[in-house]
């Protein structure tokens, strides 16, 4: 029906443009806390943060977390 397709025709695109706007704004990064492309490797640390220990995580996360 024609009421289906205008609302569809209107809420499919700003919904496509909310989440570009989410995402190339950087407010995605802000909301979930992960490290914006240009953070994953700093100068004091060019290693792959990987969890290593399988008895000592919070550990590990705890170093990691510092190293930021």
Do not use: C, K, M
């Amino acid at each position: 029906s024609i009421r289906y397709w205008v609302i569809h025709s209107i809420t499919i695109p700003s919904l496509f443009i909310a989440g570009w706007l989410f995402v190339s704004t950087g407010l995605a990064y802000d909301v979930f806390g992960s490290p914006r492309p240009n953070e994953y490797f700093t100068e004091s640390r060019q290693g792959i943060p990987l969890i290593t220990g399988r008895f000592d995580p919070l550990e590990q996360l705890d170093e990691f977390s510092r190293s930021f």
